[in-house]
């Protein structure tokens, strides 16, 4: 079993819909990441969070710590959020596991 | 503030030559990371530094691979020899005090073909 699971795998949303992506991890924390790739390009960091839930802009991220789980939403779906969507987490001595990531598709 | 650079973007080489990639972190990052991501898949660690020692290699294939962090600032990844499954994107990261607090910063990555 991997330490970090994401579902969906893949996700396909009609423009202006509310898309949720899960991730749940298995191992002890200190921070979980939410990265962005789109094809071909480099990985942007969306979210660092430790604890509840932080916003910008169109995107949620959520964490439930005692459950180990957490959550990113997008809000208004655009064509430009069309992308891999990778959950990462800071576990012990600063190592980082990556989950398998979402590949999303927002088609106009 | 400048970003994570890497060099060079692209290279295609023939199997069993070297090749070597350049990394320079974020000012004052003391954690960096190389990775290897293969088309399709996620990220996979090669190695981690914080300044200039090594905190984990153990996915470093050490008979080709090799990475040094001179003076804790930038870094180099080198291959050789090359195979054909080599061919992926190595991205470099950086983070101020490592992932425990830092947020990560990606470089846009080297893609590396192998023929």
């Known amino acids: 079993k991997n330490e970090v699971e994401q579902s969906p795998q893949n996700l396909t949303a009609q423009e202006g819909e509310f898309i949720t992506i899960n991730c749940s991890y298995s191992?002890?924390?200190?921070?979980l990441h939410w990265l962005q790739q789109h094809p071909g390009g480099g990985i942007v960091s969306l979210f660092m969070?430790?604890?509840g839930k932080k916003k910008h802009g169109r995107l949620i991220a959520t964490i439930n710590i005692q459950e180990k789980h957490s959550s990113l939403h997008i809000t208004a779906s655009h064509p430009r959020d069309s992308a891999v969507y990778i959950c990462?987490?800071?576990?012990?001595?600063?190592?980082?596991?990556f989950g398998p990531g979402t590949s999303l598709s927002v088609i106009p | 503030e400048a970003g994570v650079a890497q060099s060079p973007r692209y290279k295609i080489i023939e199997k069993r030559q070297s090749v070597a990639f350049w990394c320079n972190p974020i000012?004052?990052?003391?954690?960096l990371y190389w990775y290897q991501q293969i088309l399709g898949q996620g990220p996979k660690l090669l190695i981690q530094?914080?300044?200039?020692?090594?905190?984990?290699d153990s996915q470093l294939p050490k008979d080709r691979f090799s990475a040094e962090r001179l003076k804790g600032v930038d870094s180099t990844l080198k291959i050789q020899p090359a195979k054909l499954e080599d061919s992926a994107v190595y991205l470099c990261?950086?983070?101020?005090?490592?992932?425990?607090?830092?947020?990560?910063?990606f470089g846009e990555g080297s893609r590396l073909t192998v023929l």
């Open positions: 191992v002890g924390i200190s921070a």
């Open positions: 000012s004052g990052h003391a954690t």
């Open positions: 530094f914080q300044n200039n020692g090594v905190v984990d």
């Open positions: 969070l430790s604890s």
């Open positions: 990462a987490v800071s576990a012990s001595y600063d190592k980082v596991i």
């Open positions: 990261a950086s983070s101020y005090m490592g992932g425990v607090t830092g947020e990560l910063f």
